[in-house]
């Protein structure tokens, strides 16, 4: 029995090992600290940084490395589950602004594209590119969940009425009706949403250009009340938009076509 007991506290304490948070240890007097989940990336950042940019330094042993990327997990980090390429593309950006570029500009602007192609949220928080005058510009990515959204009530409202008229005229099982139903009640819920409900619509994310709050941008005309002009002045809703971040009241420019949102950088706040 007693055996037992000891085993099991010995599983007990591998367990408790497992899950303790990562502390940082000092090289001299080896007292540990706690330290936050922004220093904890930092950290996990500069030792790929050395790593890869300094011909494998290591700034941690293996040990420590491993406990710290388990941490970085547990605790929901997407720094640690950044892949290679968006490795790559911020360690990229860290060097250059240290003068000690890891990369050159075709190099550079084929991997910036293609992580822009494949949606990769390092690219949208990127800081935003200002020129001389002021005028800066961030990224905008399509928030494909939320433009989904907008395609509901017409999808749904096309099945009620496929079934509805399945039932009465075929009579089929409610069932079956859905399934026969579906695929016209997709086609109708596209043409209503495009034409009725909301007239070709786009919600993106994009950091605001001034503050770099994130927020949320939409395209489109609901129930055509800005081409009414049952909101102010009539105007048909373009592929350029005017928007003003919620957080610092600065006005933006939105293109869809370009994808950028564009706006003048506060040089009081710099």
């Known amino acids: 029995m007693a055996r037992v007991h000891m085993q099991q506290e010995t599983i007990d304490d591998a367990s408790a090992a497992f899950y303790d948070e990562y502390v940082e ?12 989940m922004n220093e904890k990336e930092r950290l996990y ?10 011909n494998g330094k290591q700034l941690l042993p293996d040990s420590e490395y491993e406990k710290l990327k388990l941490d970085l997990d547990f605790d929901g980090s997407k720094v640690a589950v950044y892949s290679k390429d968006e490795i790559r593309f911020v360690l990229a950006n860290k060097r250059f602004k240290m003068g000690k570029p890891v990369m050159d500009d075709k190099e550079y602007d084929e991997l910036r594209n293609q992580l822009k192609t494949l949606g990769s949220l390092v690219i949208l928080h990127e800081g935003a590119s200002c020129t001389v005058d002021g005028l800066c510009k961030t990224d905008m990515r399509e928030d494909a969940g939320k433009t989904r959204l907008l395609y509901l009530p017409g999808t749904a409202g096309g099945l009620i009425l496929v079934c509805e008229l399945i039932y009465w005229t075929l009579g089929l099982d409610p069932v079956l009706s859905i399934v026969l139903g579906s695929l ?20 993106v994310q994009a950091t605001c250009p001034n503050c770099n709050y994130l927020q949320n941008i939409y395209f489109g005309d609901l129930f055509s009340v800005m081409t009414d002009g049952m909101a102010g002045p009539a105007a048909v809703p373009g592929d350029e938009i005017v928007c003003k971040c919620p957080n610092c009241k600065s006005e933006n420019t939105a293109n869809r076509n370009t994808m950028l949102l564009v706006g003048e950088k506060d040089l009081a706040k710099v």
């Open 25 to 36: 240890t000092d090289p001299v007097t080896g007292e540990k600290t706690t330290i936050s």
């Open 45 to 54: 950042l500069e030792c790929l940084d050395a790593y890869y940019n300094e």
């Open 184 to 203: 016209p009640a997709y086609f109708f819920g596209v043409w209503f949403t495009e034409n009725v409900f909301a007239q070709k619509p786009l919600v």
